[in-house]
């Protein structure tokens, strides 16, 4: 049996280096460009704003968006109450879209794709194979594999501890299996707004989208190996001990509710 396992190479970024906002503003040259964030941190949005000037994209992609959603995106917009109509962003269960208006207004003529996996496609990963669900050739981005037993185990772990151990075991496997599906789904996009416009291309997500060992940089390099990106990661506090970005920040945390609550 044939598992994904990505090469030493591709795993970790060969320079790995702890940057400040003002490092946003000489981003080395990419075509591709992973932007990390907490979603409800501010600081991380307007950080994603400031490199996104510097860079001048031609085509941003959003983890937050649908295809359909991305598809009512005007071509000018002068507000981000109007910009967040066409894009039918509230109820979507985003933070709310003026944390998220700075990264719009940094490029305004960037092309806008949605790369979100939609509810019933996600759904249905719990109980088909992801390439009769994954919109792309499941084949080139790995999908058609699958993990190696130690990385399948951990990713598990880390969906677990990432819902506040309250899901059952059963649930795991599927919940790698969507992970798994969004961070292909962000690749796909990248590589489809890459060769529509030229790029380079910015993709905004969650920061463990763009770890470089198992996230969408590593379903990109699977995909299109010529392709070249760079990857930020934003995180509080603390970054992990192990580099999984070429680059990362990090801020203080925002002040929230306990996200376990929920599951109590």
């Known amino acids: 049996m044939k598992w994904v396992i990505l090469s030493a190479a591709l795993a970790l970024p060969a320079q790995a280096n702890e940057i400040t906002p003002d490092g946003l503003d000489s981003l080395p040259g990419a075509q591709v460009y992973f932007l990390g964030e907490v979603h409800d941190h501010p600081d991380h949005h307007l950080n994603q704003a400031r490199a996104i000037r510097a860079i001048q994209p031609s085509a941003m992609v959003f983890e937050m968006l649908t295809e359909a959603q991305s598809a009512g995106a005007p071509d000018t917009w002068d507000s981000a109450a109007s910009l967040s109509a066409a894009l039918a962003w509230d109820g979507s269960g985003w933070p709310d879209f003026a944390l998220y208006y700075p990264i719009f207004e940094a490029a305004p003529d960037a092309a806008i794709y949605g790369a979100a996996v939609p509810r019933d496609q996600a759904r249905a990963a ?21 993990l190696a037993p130690e990385d399948q185990t951990a990713r598990e772990t880390m969906q677990l501890e990432a819902h506040c151990n309250a899901l059952p075991a059963e649930m795991l496997p599927g919940m790698v299996d969507i992970q798994r599906l969004r ?60 580099p999984l970005t070429d680059l990362w920040i990090v801020t203080e945390a925002v002040d929230r509710a306990d996200p376990c609550a929920a599951f109590q």
Do not use: C, K, N
């Open 183 to 242: 961070d292909a789904e962000l690749a796909r996009v990248a590589e489809q707004a890459l060769r529509d416009t030229g790029g380079p291309v910015v993709v905004i997500t969650g920061t463990g989208h763009v770890r470089r060992d198992w996230g969408a940089p590593a379903a990109l390099a699977l995909a299109a190996p010529d392709v070249t990106s760079v990857t930020l990661g934003q995180y509080e506090i603390a970054a992990p001990e192990m």
């Open 126 to 146: 719990f109980g088909q194979p992801l390439p009769d669900i994954f919109m792309g050739d499941a084949t080139r981005f790995g999908l058609d594999q699958p």
